[in-house]
């Protein structure tokens, strides 16, 4: 009786650690898809503009890295060619970081929910054996509900992972297309 009272607890833990990782996924998902798509708009209205003009464009969000970072970098244009290289890589480092914070989560979570629900659905069986042995029913309907509710575990960690899996792919590419909206517009307003 008391193996299965933890198997049930263990269960009940997955499930909610589960729920957790659901609500992550769509936070995460929806505030980095917003600092993407502004970034993503910023970045095309000025390649769209064709200049960027440090006195005209005068943003001082912290969100707007696209302006922010050429900024930098053109404020920086009269050093060096080794050490001006060096910072360019540096502010483009820093700009990349900046997109792709917390993104690493979503990643995680798209391989860690179907694990989670595979953990849960093993513990839904052994919990549905267990009651089953403790009231001696051998009713196999009991069984394959027993069962089929268990394998909710899984279906709910697929879902999450496939959810979490398009929202990471979407943040990546969209990224990946700001970085290099960015280095054209550093080759543009350098050389």
Excluded at 52 to 81: E, G, H, M
Excluded at 101 to 115: E, G, K, M, Q
Aim: proline content about 2%.
């Amino acid at each position: 009786h008391q193996i299965f009272n933890m198997t049930e607890i263990i269960h009940q833990i997955i499930f909610l650690m589960m729920v957790l990782m659901s609500i992550v996924t769509v936070v995460i998902g929806i505030e980095r898809f917003i600092f993407s798509f502004v970034n993503f708009r910023r970045a095309s209205a000025i390649i769209k503009a064709g200049v960027f003009d440090v006195s005209r464009d005068k943003n001082d969000s912290d969100q707007d890295l696209i302006a922010n970072s050429l900024k930098k970098i053109i404020d920086l244009n009269s050093t060096s060619p080794n050490k001006f290289d060096d910072f360019v890589e540096a502010v483009y480092l820093e700009l990349r970081e900046k997109l792709f914070n917390r993104v690493w989560i979503l990643d995680t979570v798209v391989t860690a929910a179907p694990l989670l629900g595979l953990l849960g659905t093993i513990f839904g069986i052994v919990e549905t054996f267990l009651a089953l042995s403790v009231s001696g029913n051998s009713d196999p309907a009991a069984i394959s509900s027993g069962i089929a509710t268990a394998l909710y575990a899984t279906a709910f960690g697929i879902s999450i992972a496939l959810v979490g899996l398009i929202i990471f792919n979407y943040l990546t590419d969209r990224n990946e297309k700001i970085c290099e909206y960015f280095k054209i517009l550093v080759l543009k307003h350098i050389t």
